[in-house]
């Protein structure tokens, strides 16, 4: 397959970023995205020229360090997958596919689709784990906790932090992440004990990094690659409320 | 509680509960403009105006009406404003996600009840407050179904108005919905009950509003 491909360049995070255009062909339908990207890259040094930065880890859709806006859309055309795991053969040949880094405040662009999303980073250290002395594992079922529940954290816990509901949000918020961590730890027992604390800690840092405030719009539910839906932003709001008011 | 009020969630919330309040209020209201269209040459609808323009408790009320929409257009504007900073650098390629249509233009649509706001203002209550002139057509200050008669007998008002109405479904059709996920209520079962009558109440209420114009217009 051949592709056009529009790609913002940058070469800090002080520069004027601009695309560029390059062309990719004889891309096998199989390859992953990144895959795709490599040969770009390998092709670029070839030519003596800056191959483009992106973020990647695992390439198993479970670190959440690949980011890229592909043609309107984060983690691309594929629903409840991460860019690593999208494949070319989801494109059309011939297409022109537009890449562009996550774009909001918090996460200012360090190189060409690299973005800094340590802000995340700070939400978590605000409040989104729990204290205790980390003795031996405890007992599989020492603390008892009913099944649906343990669903639902499960489901929150699934959230890899890739950021790809910030980027698809139009006001840029965090919600989406915040509640999901914000849940996971709210429905288990282990929680309980700074549940409070925790959930005005976390959205205070939330607002005071910059991130956009909810609009209930849905965005990050259709594009989050682990499927977090906004019933753990409801959550997270009756939780803030409990904590805030009570 | 300082914090609380300061916080994406609290002012989101204050917004929420300003918005169904101003809801609740729009039922109240259409059910008195109705009363237009009763056979009996205003007598009824003139009651009801003398009734809400003279009751203590509806006065009380109307503080609250007024204070609700204040708070929930400043806070709609600050919130939306912030929104706005989140993202200083937009992207090239416009957001493809599927997400719910009239969530993307509540900016949009509610500075254009505000606008609706102002111009009824300026044909009713300020009427009613003696800061504007009485119209040609009433006889007094209070003389509200007069006032509704002649405006609606002119095309171009009822017709403008008749867009407002479609404008305000337009906010109101993810307003209601919206309210309850902000005040933390989804649920596998009350959420498509509470969407169902969010729309329901978006297409009927702004409905009901423009049915007066229409029928004044060419039935009356
Ligand atoms: C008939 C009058 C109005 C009613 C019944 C109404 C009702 C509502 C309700 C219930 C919400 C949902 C709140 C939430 O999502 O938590 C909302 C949102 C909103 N309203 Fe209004 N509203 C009215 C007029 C206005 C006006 C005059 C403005 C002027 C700026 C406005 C601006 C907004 C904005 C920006 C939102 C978006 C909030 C969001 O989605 O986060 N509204 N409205
Ligand atoms: S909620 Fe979904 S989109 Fe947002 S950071 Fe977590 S995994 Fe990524
Ligand atoms: S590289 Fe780890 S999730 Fe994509």
Same mark, same amino acid.
């Given at each position: 397959?051949?592709?056009?491909?529009?790609?913002?360049?940058?070469?800090?995070?002080?520069?004027?970023?601009?695309?560029?255009?390059?062309?990719?062909?004889?891309?096998?339908?199989?390859?992953?995205?990144?895959?795709?990207?490599?040969?770009?890259?390998?092709?670029?040094?070839?030519?003596?020229?800056?191959?483009?930065?992106?973020?990647?880890?695992?390439?198993?859709?479970?670190?959440?360090?690949?980011?890229?806006?592909?043609?309107?859309?984060?983690?691309?055309?594929?629903?409840?997958?991460?860019?690593?795991?999208?494949?070319?053969?989801?494109?059309?040949?011939?297409?022109?596919?537009?890449?562009?880094?996550?774009?909001?405040?918090?996460?200012?662009?360090?190189?060409?689709?690299?973005?800094?999303?340590?802000?995340?980073?700070?939400?978590?250290?605000?409040?989104?784990?729990?204290?205790?002395?980390?003795?031996?594992?405890?007992?599989?079922?020492?603390?008892?906790?009913?099944?649906?529940?343990?669903?639902?954290?499960?489901?929150?816990?699934?959230?890899?932090? =890739?950021?790809?509901?910030?980027?698809?949000?139009?006001?840029?918020?965090?919600?989406?992440?915040?509640?999901?961590?914000?849940?996971?730890?709210?429905?288990?027992?282990?929680?309980?004990?700074?549940?409070?604390?925790?959930?005005?800690?976390?959205?205070?840092?939330?607002?005071?990094?910059?991130?956009?405030? =909810?609009?209930?719009?849905?965005?990050?539910?259709?594009? =989050?690659?682990?499927?977090?839906?906004?019933?753990?932003?409801?959550?997270?709001?009756?939780?803030?409320?409990?904590?805030?008011?009570? | 509680?300082?914090?609380?009020?300061?916080?994406?969630?609290?002012?989101?919330?204050? @917004?929420?509960? @300003?918005?169904?309040?101003?809801?609740?209020?729009?039922?109240?209201?259409?059910?008195?403009?109705?009363?237009?269209?009763?056979?009996?040459?205003?007598?009824?609808?003139?009651?009801?105006?003398?009734?809400?323009?003279?009751?203590?408790?509806?006065?009380?009320?109307?503080?609250?009406?007024?204070?609700?929409?204040?708070?929930?257009?400043?806070?709609?504007?600050?919130?939306?404003?912030?929104?706005?900073?989140? *993202?200083?650098? *937009?992207?090239?390629?416009?957001?493809?996600?599927? %997400?719910?249509?009239?969530?993307?233009?509540?900016?949009?649509?509610?500075?254009?009840?505000?606008?609706?706001?102002?111009?009824?203002?300026?044909?009713?209550?300020?009427?009613?407050?003696?800061?504007?002139?009485?119209?040609?057509?009433? %006889?007094? *200050?209070?003389?509200?179904?007069?006032?509704?008669?002649?405006?609606?007998?002119?095309?171009?008002?009822?017709?403008?108005?008749?867009?407002?109405?479609?404008?305000?479904?337009?906010?109101?059709?993810?307003?209601?919905?919206?309210?309850?996920?902000? @005040?933390?209520?989804?649920?596998?079962?009350?959420?498509?009950?509470?969407?169902?009558?969010?729309?329901?109440?978006?297409?009927?209420?702004?409905?009901?509003?423009?049915?007066?114009?229409?029928?004044?217009?060419?039935?009356?």
């Amino acid at each position: 397959m051949d592709f056009t491909l529009k790609i913002w360049r940058q070469e800090n995070a002080k520069a004027k970023g601009r695309f560029e255009t390059y062309h990719v062909t004889n891309i096998s339908p199989d390859c992953s995205f990144l895959e795709m990207l490599d040969q770009l890259n390998e092709q670029l040094i070839q030519q003596k020229q800056m191959p483009i930065c992106f973020d990647h880890d695992c390439r198993e859709g479970i670190c959440g360090m690949c980011s890229l806006y592909i043609n309107g859309r984060p983690h691309g055309n594929d629903t409840g997958v991460t860019t690593c795991q999208l494949h070319m053969r989801r494109f059309k040949d011939g297409e022109t596919i537009w890449i562009e880094p996550w774009r909001a405040k918090a996460f200012p662009v360090i190189r060409d689709l690299v973005v800094d999303r340590s802000a995340f980073d700070k939400i978590i250290q605000a409040g989104g784990y729990i204290s205790v002395s980390t003795g031996g594992v405890p007992d599989a079922n020492a603390i008892p906790i009913p099944k649906e529940k343990a669903e639902l954290a499960m489901d929150a816990a699934q959230c890899i932090g =890739c950021g790809a509901c910030v980027a698809a949000c139009k006001n840029a918020s965090a919600m989406l992440f915040v509640a999901a961590k914000v849940s996971h730890l709210a429905l288990l027992p282990q929680g309980q004990v700074e549940a409070k604390r925790r959930v005005k800690a976390m959205v205070a840092k939330m607002d005071e990094l910059g991130f956009g405030n =909810c609009t209930n719009t849905g965005a990050c539910e259709a594009e =989050c690659p682990k499927e977090i839906k906004i019933t753990n932003i409801a959550r997270m709001n009756r939780e803030f409320y409990k904590a805030s008011l009570t | 509680m300082a914090k609380f009020f300061n916080s994406s969630i609290g002012k989101k919330l204050m @917004m929420a509960l @300003m918005g169904l309040f101003l809801a609740v209020f729009l039922v109240v209201h259409l059910s008195i403009n109705l009363l237009v269209l009763k056979n009996d040459g205003g007598e009824s609808y003139q009651k009801a105006v003398e009734f809400m323009t003279s009751n203590v408790l509806i006065k009380i009320m109307e503080v609250f009406l007024f204070g609700s929409f204040a708070l929930h257009i400043i806070y709609g504007i600050i919130l939306q404003i912030q929104n706005w900073l989140a *993202r200083p650098v *937009r992207y090239v390629k416009t957001n493809h996600s599927q %997400t719910s249509f009239f969530s993307k233009y509540m900016i949009h649509t509610g500075l254009i009840i505000f606008i609706f706001l102002i111009i009824h203002f300026m044909n009713f209550y300020f009427v009613k407050l003696g800061w504007v002139a009485i119209p040609e057509g009433a %006889t007094h *200050r209070h003389d509200f179904y007069n006032m509704v008669i002649n405006l609606f007998k002119n095309p171009f008002y009822s017709w403008l108005y008749i867009i407002f109405m479609v404008l305000m479904g337009f906010h109101l059709h993810h307003a209601i919905q919206s309210a309850f996920q902000t @005040m933390g209520w989804n649920h596998p079962i009350y959420t498509p009950i509470v969407k169902f009558i969010g729309v329901a109440y978006a297409i009927l209420i702004p409905l009901g509003f423009a049915f007066i114009p229409f029928y004044v217009l060419y039935f009356f």
